[in-house]
């Protein structure tokens, strides 16, 4: 990639997909200054600009994510990514209504989505809509039978609901599919503690 930015470096495409590596390696400056310098080049490319919100948004600076998610939305409208990334940013500020609001638009135009379908089921189990929150939940497992973050959203949706056995079996599930001695299998363990005392 070194070599292709040495080739073409007014490329676009080669800074966002630079941008992009170093993201998941995590090394955020250096990820914005490419994705910064893929924008300077072609400012009407969505993928950089949802990008660089993702790197925005990890480096605690969720307003300049927020911007960065709806400029890639104005490009692209039915960009489903930047949907799920601005719900993301705006629940981190507290605003769960239009967080949710996001995650459902995502859903909507990418319906096997698995982390919207997460995203938008959580949103609506802390709104109080746990029965809804459980579909969501549902889905996500249908796709991904073995996720125990699922299956502990899940159980939580069903206790909301006061259904123990089937919350109970829930946790059971997701302690199945965690890794032993992971925080997530320590919260599912917890929580099937608590609902076998409640039971």
Do not use: C
């Not at 605690?60 to 039915?78: D, F, K, M, T």
């Not at 996720?147 to 059971?172: C, F, K, M, P, V």
Request: proline letters at 5%; charged letters at 20%.
């Amino acid at each position: 990639m070194r070599a292709s930015l040495t080739e073409r470096p007014r490329s676009f495409a080669a800074q966002n997909d630079l941008g992009s590596i170093l993201l998941q390696r995590g090394e955020l400056p250096q990820a914005e200054l490419h994705l910064r310098a893929a924008i300077q080049i072609q400012p009407d490319f969505p993928e950089s600009h949802n990008n660089l919100g993702i790197v925005l948004h990890n480096q605690g600076r969720v307003e300049e994510a927020i911007a960065e998610y709806r400029e890639a939305l104005r490009i692209y409208p039915e960009h489903a990514d930047a949907y799920n990334n601005l719900g993301i940013s705006l629940a981190a500020q507290g605003d769960l209504d239009g967080a949710l609001a996001q995650f459902e638009t995502a859903v909507r135009l990418s319906p096997g989505f698995i982390n919207a379908s997460r995203n938008l089921g959580t949103a609506l189990l802390y709104l109080g809509r746990p029965a809804e929150a459980a579909l969501q939940f549902t889905q996500v497992l249908e796709t991904d039978p073995q996720s125990a973050d699922a299956w502990t959203l899940l159980g939580d949706a069903q206790a909301a609901q006061e259904q123990r056995t089937e919350a109970i079996a829930s946790y059971r599930e997701a302690l199945r599919f965690a890794p032993a001695g992971s925080r997530l299998a320590e919260t599912a363990r917890a929580k099937l503690g608590a609902a076998e005392v409640q039971q």
